[in-house]
């Protein structure tokens, strides 16, 4: 069973940057697709951005499009979210995530593996 844990978050002005990172236990990666989902206070979790197991296959949500970009090392074990030019609408738990489905799943509930996620605060 595949473990994952988040870090990189914190507090950051509109503007910023922040890069994220999930390394993965247990198992090996890059037998899976991953995401960062991320929820907001009252809203539902929603996919930000998701990786193909090699990499190459990227999807990014319209509102972080240009902003953010997901990548992975597999040979590290590990999946990353740079996240540029942060709004206040960014804020958000921050969660990665790994699932079984043969494309990118867009919905939580495609993902098998997740990670307790990481608080993402943008201040104006």
Request: hydrophobic share 30%; charged share 20%.
């Amino acid at each position: 069973q595949v473990q994952l844990v988040e870090s990189g978050g914190g507090l950051v002005q509109a503007g910023g940057s922040l890069r994220l990172s999930c390394a993965a236990s247990g198992g090996t990666l890059n037998t899976y697709v991953v995401g960062w989902f991320r929820q907001a206070p009252g809203k539902e979790r929603e996919l930000v951005a998701g990786c193909s197991r090699s990499g190459r296959v990227t999807h990014h949500a319209d509102s972080v499009k240009g902003r953010f970009t997901i990548s992975r090392d597999n040979a590290k074990n590990t999946v990353y979210l740079q996240m540029d030019s942060l709004k206040p609408e960014d804020t958000a738990v921050y969660f990665c995530a790994a699932g079984s489905t043969s494309t990118i799943g867009r919905v939580y509930d495609e993902y098998d593996y997740w990670g307790q996620g990481t608080q993402v605060t943008v201040s104006s």
